[in-house]
């Protein structure tokens, strides 16, 4: 079972700041394309960004691009989730997600969430 501590979250204006971050613990940590999921309430999980295990190619969903910025350190076996100009809307439980079988591009595209191993996700609240 793959551990994914999650660690960042918190409640901010719109307009401010947050960093997620998700770090794994004793795997091979760039084998694993990465992900970072949310789920707000009364609605379905979806994908947010995803990232190679090379760190060479990133994915994100419309409506974050320009203000997300998806990361690994693979030396520290950490993603992380930099958000900037949050919006209310961005309000959500955020979950990493690793998966060994699945693409970093298959993610954004494609919900095969039983095939992934999934942090216990964090609170972000974005109020107006």
């Known amino acids: 079972q793959v551990q994914l501590p999650e660690s960042g979250g918190g409640s901010v204006q719109a307009g401010g700041s947050l960093r997620l971050s998700c770090a794994m613990s004793?795997?091979?940590?760039?084998?694993?394309?990465m992900g970072w999921f949310r789920q707000a309430p009364g609605a379905e999980r979806e994908f947010v960004a995803s990232?190679?295990?090379?760190?060479?190619?990133?994915y994100y969903v419309d409506s974050v691009k320009g203000r997300f910025t998806i990361s690994r350190d693979n030396a520290k076996n950490t993603v992380y989730l930099q958000m900037n100009n949050l919006k209310p809307e961005d309000t959500a439980v955020y979950y990493c997600?690793?998966?060994?079988?699945?693409?970093?591009?298959?993610?954004?595209?494609?919900?095969?969430?039983?095939?992934?191993?999934w942090g216990q996700g964090t609170q972000v609240t974005v109020s107006s």
């Open positions: 004793g795997r091979t940590f760039s084998s694993y394309a």
């Open positions: 990232i190679t295990g090379s760190g060479g190619s990133t």
């Open positions: 997600a690793a998966s060994l079988s699945t693409t970093a591009q298959r993610m954004s595209v494609v919900k095969e969430y039983r095939a992934y191993s």
